[in-house]
């Protein structure tokens, strides 16, 4: 019978032991992956078969597209306090999100429409009563136009804060086709929150803070909200025809602008024209 020297056999049970270790780790692994497989494999099967007008794509979309815009509880705090100050008034949103329902309840007694270019928000919410309304809009121009727009408008003579009625402009920027209300009121606050425009592609807020801007000069003094100011398109545009000089108050994402009638006026804004570099 052969004996091994206890120095021999000490590495080559050592070597065992490892081996019999690196296997038990391979199968937990193996199992590992076979019981989360089935999982994965049946989400990416959803994704790929289920129709991109499915409901439930439709719905999981738009979940996330609302969370993603909600306001901060001190920008609603902001905006309801001014709505408070000015109750009952009217008030015009371009965007419809579920807390700006509560400014319709706020503004009792006065008149709120809302403006959306989103169905599927629209069905999902019913307020067409005393005195809230709200109408489906188109907005066509994605956000990637905003630089060319905003030459335009520059340059455009019918983009002048003095012209004709707005479903008349010819201006590339004037929204005309809006709800006959929309033009024959006299509005209190214009709150600019939509369409969403956040990416290129998606319709972009350039023809809503102009239109904003051309609606309160119809009135007397109006106050014009532009909420993600943050973003290059909101803050380009809200320069130029909102103006630095009729910014009047900030909080969070919104800028507060209040705009007081200048018919006679051929100009947005009394200082220069903000340089923009493309």
Same mark, same amino acid.
């Given at each position: 019978?052969?004996?091994?020297?206890?120095?021999?056999?000490?590495?080559?049970?050592?070597?065992?032991?490892?081996?019999?270790?690196?296997?038990?780790?391979?199968?937990?692994?193996?199992?590992?992956?076979?019981?989360?497989?089935?999982?994965?494999?049946?989400?990416?099967?959803?994704?790929?078969?289920?129709?991109?007008?499915?409901?439930?794509?439709?719905?999981?979309?738009?979940?996330?597209?609302?969370?993603?815009?909600?306001?901060?509880?001190?920008?609603?705090?902001?905006?309801?306090?001014?709505?408070?100050?000015?109750?009952?008034?009217?008030?015009?949103?371009?965007?419809?999100?579920?807390? %700006?329902?509560?400014?319709?309840?706020?503004? /009792? !007694?006065?008149? @709120?429409?809302? &403006?959306?270019? #989103?169905?599927?928000?629209?069905?999902?919410?019913?307020?067409?009563?005393?005195?809230?309304?709200?109408?489906?809009?188109?907005?066509?121009?994605?956000?990637?136009?905003?630089?060319?727009?905003?030459?335009?408008?520059?340059?455009?003579?019918?983009?002048?804060?003095?012209?004709?009625?707005?479903?008349?402009?010819?201006?590339?920027?004037?929204?005309?086709?809006?709800?006959?209300?929309?033009?024959?009121?006299?509005?209190?606050?214009?709150?600019?929150?939509?369409?969403?425009?956040?990416?290129?592609?998606?319709?972009?807020?350039?023809?809503?803070? %102009?239109?904003?801007?051309?609606?309160?000069? /119809? !009135?007397?003094? @109006?106050?014009? &909200?532009?909420? #993600?100011?943050?973003?290059?398109?909101?803050?380009?545009?809200?320069?130029?025809?909102?103006?630095?000089?009729?910014?009047?108050?900030?909080?969070?994402?919104?800028?507060?602008?209040?705009?007081?009638?200048?018919?006679?006026?051929?100009?947005?804004?009394?200082?220069?024209?903000?340089?923009?570099?493309?």
């Amino acid at each position: 019978m052969m004996k091994f020297p206890g120095k021999k056999l000490l590495p080559l049970l050592v070597f065992i032991l490892a081996c019999l270790s690196i296997l038990r780790l391979v199968k937990i692994a193996i199992n590992t992956s076979h019981s989360s497989s089935p999982a994965a494999a049946f989400s990416s099967s959803v994704e790929q078969k289920v129709p991109s007008n499915a409901a439930g794509v439709h719905i999981g979309s738009h979940k996330t597209s609302l969370n993603a815009t909600l306001l901060a509880p001190k920008e609603f705090m902001f905006l309801s306090d001014l709505i408070r100050r000015k109750a009952p008034c009217n008030l015009l949103i371009f965007g419809l999100q579920p807390q %700006y329902l509560n400014l319709s309840s706020i503004n /009792a !007694g006065g008149i @709120t429409i809302f &403006l959306e270019d #989103d169905p599927y928000k629209i069905s999902e919410i019913n307020a067409d009563s005393n005195g809230t309304h709200i109408y489906e809009v188109e907005y066509k121009v994605p956000a990637q136009k905003a630089y060319e727009l905003l030459k335009h408008a520059r340059e455009s003579p019918a983009c002048a804060p003095a012209t004709s009625l707005l479903q008349q402009s010819t201006c590339k920027l004037a929204l005309r086709s809006l709800p006959k209300q929309v033009y024959q009121l006299k509005w209190d606050v214009v709150v600019v929150d939509g369409p969403i425009g956040d990416a290129p592609e998606a319709p972009g807020r350039m023809s809503t803070i %102009y239109t904003a801007s051309m609606l309160a000069r /119809a !009135g007397t003094t @109006t106050h014009v &909200l532009v909420h #993600d100011i943050h973003r290059t398109i909101e803050k380009w545009f809200s320069w130029e025809f909102l103006c630095e000089e009729n910014l009047v108050s900030s909080k969070g994402k919104f800028w507060n602008f209040s705009i007081s009638n200048h018919s006679n006026s051929t100009r947005f804004c009394s200082s220069d024209t903000v340089r923009i570099v493309n």
